[in-house]
């Protein structure tokens, strides 16, 4: 009998948990459900010109106008120099501005231009889209309670106190 590519044996059972299938595994699910949310949110965003980490960096500087580079980093789990990359291609595209001669240790706001409020406007009607319940294959009350269960795991999992 032929071994399998991996070096495996082929004739030693899979553990349950794979036997039974690992989709009824929640956390895989999620995990599964997420990846396919996050490549149609991608697709979606670039039909009007955005990605996911630069809609992100928009919607922080639109509810709070004056972040640091190191705060927005933070937020977005990105490191600094990330940042720094992703807030140069911003300011080049016009959608935010950063002062330049600044000292050190002196605190450096980026702020949100108008023509980056434009830009995070026009994502408006595709989270719309994204949103509808029938767009996930859902009825308005399962999208409600998909929306509470999905708060609660990301409190949960947001919360250092319950981390392993």
Known sequence: MEQPADGGDPQRP??????DDPAAIPAYALARAGNAMTARFT????TVGLRPHTFT?????????????????????????SMSALLHGL?????????????????????LTDAGREALA??????AELGRPE???????EA????????RVLSTLSDPRRSP
């Open 135 to 141: 767009a996930m294959g859902l009825t308005a009350e």
């Open 14 to 19: 899979l553990p349950s948990w794979l036997a």
């Open 91 to 111: 300011a080049e595209a016009g959608w935010v501005e950063r002062p330049t001669g600044a000292l050190r240790g002196q605190r450096i706001d980026v702020r």
């Open 144 to 151: 409600t309670t998909l929306h509470a269960l999905l708060q």
């Open 57 to 81: 960096v928009l919607v922080h500087l639109a509810r709070e106008p004056a972040l640091t580079s190191a705060e927005l980093a933070r937020r977005l789990a990105v490191t600094p120099q």
């Open 43 to 46: 697709r979606e965003l670039a």
């Open 122 to 127: 026009a994502a408006g009607p595709v989270l």
